[in-house]
């Protein structure tokens, strides 16, 4: 397996985890926030994939910061988990085909430099952007478990 292959399964073994995680969410509690100053449970979700797209511009970009792009989902409402599961369809897999294009060698001499940031390689860099939705996975599990829904098992 080469590198960008064991990111690529990285990015979508976690995703196929978060979505069942995310299954587990009522629409009643789609808007719960823990406190006033907490994600929704659907803001949470709609966070994970819109920053998805900043990692891929910021990729491309060599860098930046999301202030330097404008977001596609600036705007939308907060409908429910399929619709947006839906509209980041696009745009994960234009995340995913980036990644695909890296050579070995890119994925260490490329550098995404950051404002206010460390610089960081390509390589370093994803699988930064993979634990941001790791640690929201967990983040989400304590929703769910605050809320007393049931916790999907995503440790198949």
Not at 33 to 50: N, Y
Not at 63 to 78: E, I, V
Not at 93 to 117: A, H, W, Y
Request: aromatic share 12%; charged share 30%; hydrophobic share 35%.
């Amino acid at each position: 397996m080469t590198t960008t292959e064991s990111i690529i399964l990285n990015f979508e073994e976690i995703r196929r985890r978060s979505i069942k995680l995310w299954s587990g969410l009522i629409p009643e509690f789609y808007h719960w926030r823990p406190d006033i100053k907490a994600q929704s449970c659907l803001g949470m979700i709609r966070h994970v994939l819109e920053t998805e797209n900043f990692y891929r511009l910021f990729i491309v970009h060599k860098g930046g910061n999301a202030d330097d792009f404008l977001s596609p989902w600036k705007d939308r409402p907060l409908i429910g988990l399929q619709n947006e599961l839906e509209f980041a369809t696009s745009f994960r897999k234009e995340f995913l085909e980036t990644i695909r294009e890296f050579t070995p060698n890119e994925l260490t001499s490329i550098e995404i430099v950051r404002e206010g940031k460390k610089t960081r390689t390509l390589c370093d860099f994803l699988y930064r952007c993979v634990y941001h939705e790791s640690v929201h996975a967990g983040q989400f599990l304590s929703y769910l478990r605050t809320l007393g829904l049931d916790r999907p098992n995503i440790w198949d």
